[in-house]
Nanobody
């Protein structure tokens, strides 16, 4: 009923930048909080950044000052601008959204995108 489609991953050199996008589509009544997570090989999935429907953002300590999360509510899209990338940022990045569907407006459900690979290497 809801699809989250991510784009913008790729290979970048240390110190470079990438911008990830995640567009939500489907039978969406309301999008609540949205966020970006990442998972490196052998590691658990971790929160990178989150943003409320009102635009309040929070970040993992490891990315503060380098990454910026934003959203366009008219487009049901969340972005992650990643600057000063480091090899430790290498991971699969996943988009997450807390969604209220038209079919069930009194509860929300969590949806995940398919993930996009970010590789930081020289």
């Amino acid at each position: 009923q809801v699809q989250l489609v991510e784009s913008g991953g790729g290979l970048v050199q240390p110190g470079g930048s990438l911008r990830l996008s995640c567009a939500a589509s489907g039978s969406i009544f309301r999008l609540n909080a949205m966020g970006w997570y990442r998972q490196a090989p052998g590691n658990q999935r971790e929160l990178v950044a989150g943003i409320t429907s009102g635009g309040s953002a929070n970040y993992a300590d490891s990315v503060k000052g380098r990454f910026t999360i934003s959203r366009d509510n008219a487009k049901n899209t969340v972005y992650l601008q990643m600057n000063s990338l480091k090899p430790d940022d290498t991971a699969v990045y996943y988009c997450n959204a807390d969604v209220v569907l038209y079919s069930s407006i009194y509860r929300s459900r969590s949806y995940w995108g398919q993930g996009t690979q970010v590789t930081v290497s020289s």
